[in-house]
């Protein structure tokens, strides 16, 4: 019998739970997390566009074993200041500043969750000189396509709602007479989704970004997550194909979000990848 894993997330106390640090400095001002005080830095980016970091915590917050973990809520999003644009390029620079704050002498790596993946692999091609590595999971097809792109109107107040997302995973047990045995469990997550601008405009304008095989000049190292399931939009075959120095790491029963399947095994593989690529 299927068992369920009720979500990790509690609207109207995660924020509290988790204490914000502080913002950016810069505008729009970022919100940001910090976990940890090593000389390494991971920076987590969430996906989206258009969601809250929330929904990757606690499971991400283990990262910080073997190094300073920072997630921080894009622009528009959670926390953090609304502004007059949130086209992908604005987010690079976001990106920069959070990177020049918190590790301003020292590389990166990024880790990024869907959107977060997209944003992380355009800012290693825009800014290879800042990055360690990149830690790719729920991928999908790029989308960027060197075209023009052309402003919309959004409506100017930013809205949100509450969205359910879901996940297989294994739960494993130890029984009384020493053997372990596995069930098979739906884990569910509940994320905060920002409408208008902050989704629509950031995802629409990626038109006008590189083509895929301009990521091929991409050569720090990449760790590329997928699950075993059929995955209509998991795109981990078509980087693996990109990448130079990509390794895939696939987690069984995991479509889309591998790392919510069985978190130990993919912090485990994340700090590994860390440790080796210092």
Known sequence: MRALLIALLFFGCTLEIFGQDGFVKGLPQLAYWKLGDKSQVIIVLHGGPGVQHEYLRPELDSLNKFCTVIFYDQR???RSQQDTTYVWQEHVKDLKRVIKTFSPKKKVFLIGSSWGSTLAMIYAYK?????????????????????????????????????????????????????????????????????????????????????????????????????????????????????????????????????MSDPALFVAACNRFISKNK
């Open 76 to 78: 528009g999003c959670g």
């Open 127 to 259: 800014n290879p000189e800042d990055i360690r590595g990149i830690i790719l999971t729920g991928t999908y097809h790029w989308q960027g396509n060197n075209e023009v792109y052309r402003k919309k109107f959004y409506q100017p107040l930013v809205q949100s709602h509450r969205q359910i997302v879901t996940e297989t995973g294994t739960l494993r047990r130890d029984n009384i007479d020493g053997s372990t045995c596995e069930e098979t469990i739906t884990i569910f997550k509940e994320i905060e989704m920002y409408t208008d601008a902050p989704s629509f405009e950031t995802r629409e304008s990626f038109v006008s970004a590189p083509i895929v095989d301009s990521l091929r000049s991409v050569i720090v190292p990449v760790l590329i997550f997928n699950g075993s399931k059929t995955c209509q939009i998991d795109c981990a075959d078509e980087y693996m194909n990109i990448f130079a120095k990509a390794e895939l790491f696939t987690i069984k029963g995991a479509c889309h979000d591998p790392w």
